[in-house]
């Protein structure tokens, strides 16, 4: 009974560490993450909205993330050297320490948010702009099977950075062109619009 009883922890054991080997331990990805803080925060809620918020977001994104700054499909030069030395193992454990921590909310200029709003959740029409929620969730949520990322709360200068550099195409680790389709025809007014409305998203 006890043989029995030892065979299934160590079985329960070893199936934890393979998940923490596929997936990442938060609890390495801690210590990893010591260097990140800097510009991300400890919590991975950056105070700086240049630098974006890493709290809450699906691991296998910001695996991507990561291995396209090292490979260079993504360009940056803070993260270049940030992930240099980084293998695909520390970058899931990494991942797996921001996914553990919860995103603090921001909130949207009132005067924006109604536009915001139609945009995020309808798109518009008249320009083929795709309603985000349609790969993004209706709560910013995301989707990490297919490497959308969770968006609710993030920085609004950040988010609005992001989509005016998928637009000129300076960034386009994007799969299969969707973000440079979608943001192509946006005007600025309407990438000032959805960013801050999803920064007040909760």
């Known amino acids: 009974m006890k043989l029995q009883y030892l065979c299934v922890v160590s079985l329960l054991i070893f199936n934890v560490n393979s998940i923490f080997a596929s997936e990442g331990?938060?609890?390495?990805?801690?210590?990893?993450?010591?260097?990140?803080?800097?510009?991300?925060?400890?919590?991975?809620n950056s105070v700086n909205p240049v630098w974006p918020k890493l709290a809450g977001q699906h691991i296998s994104?910001?695996?991507?993330?990561?291995?396209d700054f090292k490979e260079g499909r993504r360009v940056n030069a803070q993260m270049t050297g940030m992930v240099a030395n980084l293998s695909e193992q520390d970058m899931h454990h990494i991942a797996a320490y921001f996914a553990s921590q919860k995103v603090k909310g921001g909130s949207a200029k009132p005067e924006l948010i109604a536009q915001g709003q139609k945009l995020y959740r309808a798109g518009d029409s008249q320009s083929g702009v795709p309603a985000c929620m349609a790969c993004h969730g209706p709560n910013g949520t995301g989707n990490p099977g297919a490497l959308y990322?969770?968006?609710a709360g993030q920085h609004a200068t950040y988010t609005a950075t992001q989509l005016k550099m998928f637009k000129t195409?300076?960034?386009?680790?994007?799969?299969?062109n969707v973000m440079r389709s979608i943001s192509g025809p946006m005007t600025n007014a309407q990438i000032e619009a959805v960013s801050e409305y999803i920064q007040g998203l909760h």
């Open 169 to 176: 195409e300076e960034r386009s680790n994007d799969a299969n």
């Open 61 to 67: 994104y910001t695996v991507k993330q990561l291995k």
């Open 25 to 44: 331990d938060p609890a390495k990805g801690k210590d990893l993450a010591q260097p990140c803080a800097a510009c991300h925060s400890v919590d991975g």
């Open 149 to 151: 990322p969770a968006l």
